[in-house]
């Protein structure tokens, strides 16, 4: 080959790469997170409730029935959902501060579960993919702020936010996995699976043990930190806007309260997280027991079609009793 | 013929890997030139980006 | 016993402790490893024997008397193993010719440290094992020249074919490394293509493969459907041939880069029509290895048949234990014993076959070496007791 040759083939390489890069880019113009942006940018100007939060608030805040409850006490209102799934707290501030920055939101609900809000978010390069990917290209310095990356993480996340292909790698090799599981799948019984993946996989986000979950209670309650950075963040973003935020204590699977919380240190921490959450100028609500039917589940930890209707119409009654006069009164 | 025609693809593939510096047959001198070299390594590049993902990762899949 | 042989060994005390960072090992060492934690390399290094063959191009006469290569490798296992232990080891890797050393080790580490101390190999340490014991025996018996210490220590240490083969030759290397290709263009072309065709067999289709081959346990062998076993087990054969083929390309490839060809490790094996000529296209090098070290020391064909057939079914019972520490392993090497056996009676009784044989027979011959080969994989990718679970399951439901 001469040198000409070789010039020729590297640049046709990195011209057909760089098409590829570009379709890339185009095809992630629809992935999760861009819809539920796009979703937040077509409300109208005012949002009177918005739901933000992780795949608990996406499955279980159903804001078609918190409409129909406020109408039928007479207040109709607008709700909408911002909850994105597979996403955490610094996710949830960039998600916020999209609706903030754009619409009048009056009351914020953020749902939670364990110890979410203490969950601190240090990040890796490649933890970012699927809707962590969002990070890439939503107010990139947030995370710059708050994933609490190191020097080589950093350069590789400034570096990936210049290819569509290296963001959007999670959506491509999440294709991958698609196939992997359907050829896992044959000649073995039906798994079952829900919107977000396989029911059996949500088991790994719950804690190996009660003894793990009551020492992670424990060191939380001894660090005092029991909001995290994003979250006070979120919760500083929305009082300075005079946004009320109601934080939810998300409906529990009945197997997951027996287990985890009636343990000693849960009720503690619970009270102390409680505590830190309403010094920040938040109302704490514990929706945990709202549900004791397993049915209304579909999987440990998200709530089902009907339970999150059931558990989003108590929501609202919650609601409008806390606020007599309206969550707020709609114009 | 079958016979022939393995060795074919054989000969092709080991030309496409790498293998064999020859090509295996005259008809298909089009794939001494940079445009296949190009082509063939974005393909590679492209196939090995899209498999390279670790499936310990993918708890949700919603994406 | 070879004059010098013996004169070579030393009882062993701790000496020249090398320290090199230790890699992570998962797969063969099947234990987790504390990452960072420095693995000491004990290189036994008889200076009296050794160091005059290094310097031997400076044409030292006393060097030439001595035994050439007489190199140990003895491993620090954390505090546990003691010298006398060490020791062992150590003569059983030098007069037996045997990486077992290692493999040894494997075999017992569970009764000896079971409560999980972690254990450290250097990574590679099956492949650079057989290249030291080349270089000593091809020494030894005058098939190739020293070189300097560079020249050496370039061929161990070759970086390329350092983690798993191709297990290479010192008399091939040497010419290369003095004189490597100087068409650094065509070189490069060769050489990208080739690593990026290893990594496209490795994640395009050895890893897309695992999608089945992690259904080879029990649970799941039990749950299934009896027909899809066949189908995991052709999946294991070609999830290994892509994953070892491309590493092996990429192995190739790198070497490439640097002007130098390493000698080829697979060669469409799957497409042969009997196991002797598997053997010849899978993992080549290995087998050269293997057939030059084991197998003709032993008497190889020059004996009569029912010595044939064992030194046929020792050199694959080695093959088996080097690939890994398990009972499987030793089944499975056995397996293959028996199949080069057999196909050896069988050639003695019915002769070669001829030139010009019509197809079906070739397909035939090709689909007989395919199956009874993707059959002993169960042994390789399994437990004993769950690839006895799984032919059970395949064959009475």
């Given amino acids: ?331 | 013929m079958m016979l022939q025609l393995l060795e074919k693809i054989k000969s092709i593939l080991e030309y496409l890997g790498g293998v064999s510096e020859d090509l295996p047959l005259e008809s298909l001198r089009w794939m001494r030139g940079p445009l296949w070299w190009g082509t063939w390594w974005a393909v590679l590049i492209l196939s090995i980006v899209a498999f390279s993902g670790q499936s310990s990762k993918f708890i949700y899949i919603d994406f | 016993m070879r004059p010098g042989l013996r004169a070579g060994r030393r009882p062993s005390d701790l000496q020249h402790l090398r320290l090199l960072p230790a890699v992570p090992l998962p797969g063969r060492a099947g234990i987790s490893i504390r990452a960072r934690i420095p693995a000491a390399l004990d290189l036994r290094i008889i200076w009296r024997r050794f160091l005059p063959l290094l310097f031997a191009h400076s044409g030292r006469r006393r060097a030439r008397r001595f035994l050439p290569g007489n190199f140990r490798v003895g491993i620090h296992l954390q505090p546990a193993l003691s010298k006398r232990f060490l020791a062992l080891l150590d003569w059983s890797c030098a007069e037996h010719r045997l990486p077992g050393g290692f493999q040894i080790l494997e075999f017992f580490h569970g009764p000896l440290f079971r409560g999980g101390r972690a254990k450290f190999l250097p990574l590679g340490i099956s492949f650079f094992t057989f290249e030291f014991i080349h270089y000593a025996v091809d020494r030894y018996e005058g098939k190739t020249e020293a070189g300097s210490a560079a020249e050496y220590l370039s061929f161990i240490l070759y970086f390329p074919t350092m983690v798993a083969g191709p297990i290479k030759r010192y008399q091939d290397f040497l010419p290369k490394v003095r004189n490597p290709s100087k068409d650094t263009l065509e070189n490069w072309r060769i050489g990208c293509t080739r690593i990026l065709t290893g990594l496209a067999k490795k994640f395009c289709v050895a890893d897309v493969m695992t999608a089945f081959t992690n259904h080879l346990n029990k649970a799941d062998i039990l749950t299934a459907q009896r027909w899809v076993l066949p189908l995991w087990l052709l999946a294991y054969g070609m999830k290994i041939y892509f994953d070892f083929s491309g590493y092996s390309d990429i192995a190739i490839g790198s070497a490439r880069l640097f002007g130098i060809r390493v000698p080829e490790n697979f060669d469409w094996p799957y497409f042969q029509v009997n196991i002797a000529e598997f053997w010849r296209h899978w993992h080549i090098s290995l087998t050269r290895w293997l057939i030059d070290y084991v197998f003709i020391p032993l008497g190889g064909s020059r004996v009569a048949n029912s010595r044939i057939w064992a030194n046929l079914m020792v050199t694959m019972l080695v093959s088996g234990v080097w690939h890994g520490a398990g009972l499987n392993f030793v089944v499975w090497g056995a397996w293959h014993g028996a199949l080069l056996v057999v196909h050896r009676i069988w050639i003695q009784l019915r002769g070669p076959a001829p030139p010009d044989r019509g197809f079906i027979r070739l397909a035939a011959s090709w689909a007989g070496t395919f199956l009874w080969v993707n059959l002993g994989w169960a042994f390789f990718s399994m437990d004993l007791s769950t690839a006895l679970l799984f032919f059970r399951r395949l064959v009475g439901g």
């Fill in chain 1, 1 to 331: 080959m001469t040198r000409r040759t070789v010039l020729i083939a590297s640049a046709l390489s990195v011209l057909i790469l760089v098409a590829a890069n570009l379709l890339v880019g185009r095809a992630a113009s629809n992935s999760v997170p861009r819809q539920r942006m796009r979703t937040i940018d077509s409300a109208g100007p005012v949002i009177d409730v918005l739901g933000i939060g992780n795949s608990l608030m996406a499955t279980g805040f159903d804001p078609d029935t918190v409409e129909r409850t406020f109408r039928a006490s007479g207040r109709p209102i607008i709700a909408l959902n911002a909850g994105l799934g597979a996403t955490n707290p610094l996710e949830h501030l960039i998600l916020a501060r999209h609706a903030l920055r754009q619409h009048s939101v009056k009351q914020l609900i953020y749902g939670f579960f364990d110890q979410q809000l203490s969950d601190d978010v240090p990040l890796k390069n490649s933890d970012l993919i699927g809707n962590h990917a969002m990070l890439y290209y939503a107010e990139p310095q947030l995370a710059v702020r708050y994933a609490q990356f190191s020097w080589m993480d950093l350069v590789a996340f400034q570096t990936y936010r210049c290819c569509a292909m290296f963001q959007e790698r999670g959506n491509i090799w999440a294709k991958v996995e698609k196939m992997r599981r359907a050829m896992a799948s044959v000649g073995m019984p039906r798994q079952a699976t829900n919107q977000f993946g396989r029911p059996e996989d949500f088991d790994l986000l719950e804690f190996v043990s009660p003894e793990e979950f009551s020492k992670r209670c424990r060191d939380v309650m001894r660090a005092g930190t029991f909001l995290s950075p994003p979250i006070q963040g979120l919760f500083q973003e929305a009082n300075a806007k005079g946004v009320k935020i109601t934080v939810v204590e998300m409906p529990m699977h009945p197997w997951h309260v027996k287990t985890f919380y009636d343990l000693p240190a849960w009720e503690e921490f619970r009270r102390l997280n409680r505590q830190a959450v309403e010094r920040s100028g938040a109302a704490y609500l514990d929706a945990s027991h709202w549900i004791p039917e397993e049915t209304k589940f579909q999987d440990h930890i998200h709530l089902g079609p009907s339970g999150a209707a059931q558990f989003s119409r108590m929501l609202a009654e919650r609601l409008i009793q806390a606020a007599p006069s309206g969550v707020t009164a709609r114009r």
